[in-house]
């Protein structure tokens, strides 16, 4: 079973709109949870990340959002563009180093222009 | 720029074959990852290894292994292809450390196990 468990499957938003992406955690050893995009033919890339001291950070038109209490945690984009048409995927590690990183499902985003 | 090259993009195999991915890295990084992602699964993590010939199981172990030799290289082995194996297999990398959790990726190889 996953130890991350990301929603929705797939998105579709229309260009300019808000896309939000929701994860949640069980296992309270995780220390550092990032987020990866990943465009077809291409490894997974790391778009933004969060430790469990802030409740959120933005970067640009995308934010973390973090609710330890809740074990939650969400990717907002901000003026969605088809640019961002895309998989995407939470993440939570752990260990020494946060080396033994556990993966959600995935997203698959589409931005309509 | 870090690189993390995979040695096949493409690769088929039949029942039984014993298979061989390579993956190497240039950047110097201390942690190496083998998941396999699979639609509607994710990436799930098969092994990582954190040093020269250090290594440790994630969570779908069974039926792989794994070889670090070298600090640059981290090599994942089917022991005998099944076609349950039939998956892509991404690579990547991690400085380690504080500060250094970013995973860096190969661009993956399609394993087809006939």
């Known amino acids: 079973q996953q130890q991350v468990k990301q929603s929705p499957q797939s998105l579709i938003v229309q260009k300019g709109g808000i896309s939000i992406i929701n994860c949640a955690y069980e296992n309270t050893a995780f220390d550092y949870f990032p987020w990866y995009q990943q465009f077809p033919g291409k490894g997974p890339a790391l778009l933004i990340a969060?430790?469990?001291?802030?409740s959120e950070k933005k970067e640009g038109r995308f934010t973390i959002s973090f609710n330890k209490s809740a074990k939650q945690f969400s990717l907002h984009i901000m003026d969605s563009q088809p640019g961002d048409s895309a998989t995407y995927f939470c993440a939570a590690s752990m260990g020494v180093n946060n080396n033994d990183m556990r993966f959600g499902a995935g997203t698959r985003l589409t931005v309509k222009p | 720029d870090v690189k993390v090259t995979q040695s096949s993009r493409y690769l088929v195999k039949r029942t039984g074959e014993k298979v061989f991915l390579e993956c190497v890295q240039d950047?110097?990084?201390?942690?190496m990852f083998w998941y396999r992602q699979d639609p509607g699964l994710g990436l799930r993590l098969i092994y990582f290894s954190y040093d020269v010939k250090m290594k440790e199981k994630g969570d779908i172990p069974e039926g792989y292994s794994v070889s670090r030799e070298k600090k640059e290289r981290f090599s994942l082995i089917l022991e005998s292809a099944s076609t349950n194996q039939t998956s892509m297999y991404l690579c990547?990398?991690?400085?380690?450390?504080?500060?250094?959790?970013?995973?860096?990726f190969g661009p993956g190889t399609r394993l087809t196990v006939t």
């Open positions: 969060i430790r469990p001291d802030v």
């Open positions: 990547a990398s991690s400085l380690g450390g504080a500060g250094g959790e970013e995973q860096y």
């Open positions: 950047m110097d990084h201390e942690n």
